[in-house]
């Protein structure tokens, strides 16, 4: 069964940083490409990030490019969401997904 478990959420002020980090288990993770997508309030699941199997690549939305850093730990099954220079735009659940599945997110809130 695939577990996929969200944590690092928080309050932050704009300009702030969070990391989170995803909890991985029942699949082969290290042989999977991870992704990062969020859900904003009243709105649907946007893409934020995706990671290849061994990490040799990344992908990025253009609304985080350059603030967030997505990375994994094949040895700890764990993948991670460095962001950096939050704004309240980027309040949002965050999930961690594998194929079509995700776990129960994270909650963000950036605001003052």
């Known amino acids: 069964e695939v577990q996929l478990v969200e944590s690092g959420g928080g309050l932050v002020q704009p300009g702030g940083s969070l990391r989170l980090s995803c909890a991985a288990s029942?699949?082969?993770?290290?042989?999977?490409?991870m992704n990062w997508v969020r859900q904003a309030p009243g709105k649907g699941l946007e893409w934020v990030s995706t990671?290849?199997?061994?990490?040799?690549?990344?992908r990025y939305a253009d609304f985080v490019k350059g603030r967030f850093t997505i990375s994994r730990d094949n040895a700890k099954n764990m993948l991670y969401l460095q962001m950096n220079s939050l704004v309240p735009e980027d309040t949002a659940v965050y999930y961690c997904?594998?194929?079509?599945?995700r776990g129960q997110g994270t909650q963000v809130t950036v605001s003052s």
């Open positions: 029942g699949f082969p993770f290290s042989k999977s490409a």
């Open positions: 997904v594998y194929l079509d599945q």
């Open positions: 990671i290849t199997n061994y990490g040799g690549s990344t």
